[in-house]
């Protein structure tokens, strides 16, 4: 798209990758970007999956970009359509994103990383939530890292700011995989493309059913689901790819799923 955000197309995969030297930090013009970035990726019906990497092999993000917060650029500015990073607050996202995470991912960058679905990570990829350290507030990964590993661990991480590296991110279930520098994009590419090849709109609606119920109680949750309340589900039960999964099923084929 530009200089500072790249994109390549591989059949129904986009790649995108944030390109800001020396350290891939990202100011409120590169997260507008990136939101347009993730929008029209959200809208093109061709587009099934993306990976979000970052050039280069030291750093993936650093997070926000301390030169323009010096410059007068503050927490309130407009990250564009996507919130912080592209990805974060972009409404209706309901495709697969995988981040390949080829470096050190701090603060807002550790916060676009766990935006995506699905984590590979280079061996020597090192992780931390450093706010604590300026004074500042981890927004995102205070709401989501409790819900999504151990509390005590969680807390730990933000409230002392520490590094760790790639192992214990897989410990925790931060990451998915980890594999050596030379295989990150390959591995993800071939992950991404397996999706590819996958069900669309199951994908919709399981991203649209954790979304919505993750803070529901259970009986509510599955109200919600089975009552025909969400779209993305209600579209899924109506579709061709529907009566093709079991077509397929029934006559011992691989499925030809379509999207519709």
Same mark, same amino acid.
């Given at each position: ?112 990383? !766990?935006?995506?679905?699905? +984590?590979? =990570? #280079? @061996?020597?990829? /090192?992780? *931390? ?44 279930? !931060?990451?998915?995989?980890? +594999?050596? =520098? #030379? @295989?990150?994009? /390959?591995? *993800? ?58 077509? *397929? ?12």
């Amino acid at each position: 798209m530009n200089d500072v955000v790249r994109t390549e197309r591989r059949g129904a995969v986009l790649e995108v990758t944030l390109d800001r030297p020396k350290a891939n930090a990202i100011d409120a013009p590169t997260s507008r970007i990136m939101g347009d970035v993730f929008a029209s990726f959200r809208d093109d019906p061709d587009l099934r999956v993306a990976i979000l990497t970052a050039a280069g092999d030291r750093f993936f993000c650093p997070g926000w970009d301390l030169k323009a917060a010096a410059a007068g650029e503050g927490p309130d500015a407009d990250y564009g359509v996507g919130g912080f990073g592209g990805l974060q607050e972009l409404p209706g996202l309901n495709k697969p994103v995988i981040a390949a995470v080829n470096g050190l991912a701090y603060g807002g960058g550790f916060e676009v990383m !766990i935006s995506a679905d699905i +984590v590979v =990570a #280079a @061996d020597h990829a /090192t992780f *931390a939530l450093p706010e604590i350290n300026s004074g500042t507030l981890a927004d995102a990964a205070t709401i989501k890292l409790p819900r999504r590993i151990p509390y005590h661990v969680a807390m730990e991480m933000l409230f002392t700011g520490r590094s760790f590296d790639a192992a214990e991110a897989r410990q925790w279930g !931060i990451v998915n995989h980890v +594999v050596p =520098a #030379a @295989d990150l994009m /390959t591995t *993800a590419r071939a992950l991404a493309d397996k999706l590819a090849d996958g069900p669309p709109l199951v994908y919709a609606a399981i991203k649209e059913v954790v979304r919505e119920t993750s803070h529901l109680p259970v009986q509510d949750a599955f109200d919600l689901v089975t009552k025909s309340k969400l779209k993305t589900v209600e579209t899924l039960y109506n579709s061709e790819d529907q009566k093709e999964g079991a077509r *397929a099923f029934a006559e011992k084929r691989a499925p030809v799923w379509k999207g519709v």
